[in-house]
């Protein structure tokens, strides 16, 4: 059969192409080369089928299938189709020896007939053979190809879910981060709230009950004060006229009486006023809110008992000598507060710092010089509302840590005996929280440094 080259030529062109437009290869030339194949094998069949009897038509036609057959050879892109090159070559090849011993050495082709048409048995057995094996071949690799493709986007969707699951879970691990922060932030607030609370109860009721004993004790108190004096003066008299009239014997033993009495009344007069000053005291703790708010400029306020303290510790002590540093926001403007009340805290905290300066004077530290600062400025409450903060800080000894939760109760000082009441920073701080509305904080190491910080809502005076 002349024609049978020309169908395996169409055969392998189709395949050819299936196989480009599988992988998904785009080679242009290739396409072309085989489309123009395709075209050629069309033809031939054609031809051979027409024109049997012109053998150039078949020798064209084996040309064309052997051409064919050597592309999976040298071009990558057919390599995966040498099985069917190999399962067709036998039958051509066969093809070729049995024509050329027809047209050409025709006795011993038609002496060995039967064996050529054998062979070509055995090559088209050979064919279905290899087509068959190559089919199911195909099939297991392309069911092969769709099980690891399957299993390529099963693990491309598990590395997205699991890029999408870790996004989530650091996403969720930030807000709990944070709602626990903001937690943390809350009960530290409600705690110091509740401290603060608490502080002001236990401020309230002594309060209340300082108030009370100190005008029992008042009366008293002003009864020896006075009946001291008034002994001293008697004595005074008792020496002056009638001390001349006594013998010359009891002279000397009456003198040392009247001495030592009057010493006596001396230190129970001077004793009767420290603790005089000690009831008033109590009595301005009590007092701490009577004051009515007005409009401060707080800037001048606290210029004026800057230097108010300073040079009340000078009439006081010649040799005492400090640095003051301020600054003052000048756009702070004035804000509703006590002024009568805000000046105490003002006067309380700069002697206080005063004093620690002077304190740590007298160490003879080299190079040491007291400085107490004074800074003014707006600033934005935990609320979130505008407000007035006045800080006091100074160079001097410092506050022990050890102490630091006591300085706001009442009768507590770090003073020695007879220089300090403990009321100071108690009032203080009665005065900011409870009259003021506002916050007094403390900052400190000892030795080094003490910072107070007064914060009071900043409410514009209309």
């Not at 027809?102 to 054998?118: G, V």
């Amino acid at each position: 059969m002349t024609f049978t080259e020309p169908l395996i030529a169409l055969f392998l062109v189709t395949q050819y192409r299936k196989t480009l437009k599988a992988d998904g290869q785009q080679r242009p030339q290739l396409s072309q080369y085989l489309l123009w194949a395709l075209y050629a094998a069309i033809a031939l069949f054609c031809l051979t089928v027409s024109f049997d009897h012109y053998r150039i038509f078949l020798w064209c036609s084996h040309l064309l299938v052997f051409g064919l057959l050597a592309l999976p050879y040298y071009v990558e892109e057919f390599k995966t189709n040498r099985n069917i090159a190999n399962s067709v070559l036998p039958y051509t090849c066969i093809a070729f020896v049995s024509d050329f011993f027809d047209f050409y050495i025709n006795t011993f082709y038609e002496a060995h007939d039967s064996f050529f048409d054998s062979a070509k048995v055995f090559g088209v057995l050979w064919f279905g053979a290899m087509w068959y094996t190559n089919n199911k071949q195909s099939k297991a690799l392309a069911m092969e190809r769709k099980k690891r493709e399957m299993e390529q986007e099963q693990n491309r969707m598990m590395a997205a879910m699991k890029i999408n699951l870790e996004g989530e879970v650091k996403q969720r691990t930030a807000e709990l981060t944070k709602q626990k922060e903001e937690l943390t932030f809350a009960l530290n607030e409600l705690k110091s709230t509740q401290a603060q609370l608490v502080q002001q109860e236990k401020m309230a009721s002594l309060g209340e009950l300082t108030a009370g004993i100190a005008h029992e004790i008042q009366n008293p108190l002003n009864f020896v004060n006075n009946f001291s004096e008034v002994s001293i003066e008697l004595l005074d008299e008792l020496k002056d006229e009638i001390f001349s009239k006594l013998p010359d014997d009891v002279k000397q033993e009456a003198d040392e009486i009247i001495n030592d009495i009057t010493q006596n009344l001396t230190k129970i007069n001077q004793h009767g006023k420290r603790a005089d000053s000690i009831v008033k005291g109590m009595l301005q703790h009590s007092r701490t809110t009577t004051g009515k708010k007005e409009p401060t400029d707080v800037n001048a306020l606290a210029d004026e008992y800057l230097r108010l303290s300073y040079h009340g510790l000078r009439a006081k002590d010649k040799m005492f000598n400090a640095s003051m540093k301020t600054s003052f926001d000048e756009n702070l403007g004035k804000i509703e507060a006590i002024p009568q009340d805000l000046g105490r805290v003002l006067l309380n905290l700069f002697n206080n710092s005063f004093y620690a300066v002077a304190e740590k004077k007298k160490l003879n530290i080299t190079g040491y010089e007291p400085t107490v600062t004074v800074v003014t400025k707006k600033v934005t409450n935990l609320a979130g509302a505008s407000a007035v903060e006045i800080t006091v800080s100074d160079n001097g000894t410092g506050i022990p840590q050890k102490v630091l939760d006591k300085i706001y109760q009442p009768f507590f000082t770090t003073k020695p005996t007879g220089q300090g009441t403990g009321l100071g920073l108690s009032m203080s701080y009665d005065i900011i929280t409870k009259g003021h509305g506002g916050e007094l904080k403390v900052e400190t190491a000892e030795g080094e440094f003490a910072r107070f910080i007064i914060t009071i809502p900043d409410i514009k005076a209309s």
